[in-house]
């Protein structure tokens, strides 16, 4: 919970602003979500991402539990799992901090952080 409130996610655009090395978003990489209810979707691409989306719930800590799909600018096909916890920024903006495992490829996990533009 951000200020004693869920956060909205409806409309928001995020961009990366860090990510491990076995990561694949990056600063070029904008997230367009969308949130009815607990239900929380976005559309990401650019960078290394040629096409992801994304779908999580939201609990009421503002948390997110997701599940990502993706296609590389090499061809793959990638999928994982995240876990995203909110902090709202000094200007009112959202940061979210990731805890992140992919399901396919090597299986590694990596931590990243978002925030809305």
Known sequence: MINGMRPNLDGRVFRSVSNTDNGEVGAQTEFQYRQSGDL????????????GHL???????GN???????????????VGTCRSRPETLADGRL?????????????SEGESVIEER
């Open 40 to 51: 929380v979707t976005a559309d990401y691409s650019g960078g290394s991402i040629v096409e």
């Open 55 to 61: 779908i999580a719930t939201m609990d009421a800590d």
């Open 64 to 78: 997110l539990d997701m599940r990502y799909h993706h296609l590389n600018a090499s061809g793959a096909l990638m």
């Open 95 to 107: 940061r979210y901090h990731e805890s992140w495992r992919w399901l396919s490829g090597d299986g």
